[in-house]
């Protein structure tokens, strides 16, 4: 299974982007989804989860500013992010625990993504 995370780049503070990644191969399910970042010289931290069933979690940090949503039939995430601040400089990247068709086998993994960079400009 391949990942490919797009939406990343540069934006003022106050303005938005959207992140979106798409999971593509043998998927039976998806389970989790989320987004993590990691900015210059930090651990990479979990920003954002939805379940399968659409429930949601948040960091402090990102609350009432960042939505996170799915398309199942794209097997798609997305990050919404507004109200965007340098302290959200970062790459970020997305993961998914997916049941996998490996063979003839069916494996539960997670998966990351490559990164994509956001950058806000005070």
């Known amino acids: 299974v391949q990942l490919q995370a797009s939406g990343g780049g540069l934006v003022q503070a106050g303005g938005s982007l959207r992140l979106s990644c798409a999971a593509s191969?043998?998927?039976?399910?998806?389970?989790?989804m989320s987004w993590y970042r990691q900015a210059p010289g930090k651990t990479r931290e979990l920003v954002a989860t939805?379940?399968?069933?659409?429930?949601?979690n948040y960091i402090d940090s990102v609350k009432g500013r960042f939505t996170i949503a799915r398309d199942e039939a794209k097997n798609t995430v997305y990050l919404q992010m507004s109200r965007l601040k340098p302290e959200d400089i970062a790459v970020y990247y997305c993961n998914v625990d997916a049941l996998l068709l490996l063979g003839d086998d069916v494996r539960g993994r997670n998966v990351w993504g490559q990164g994509t960079l956001v950058t806000v400009s005070s």
């Open positions: 939805i379940a399968s069933g659409g429930s949601t």
């Open positions: 191969g043998s998927i039976l399910r998806i389970n989790a």
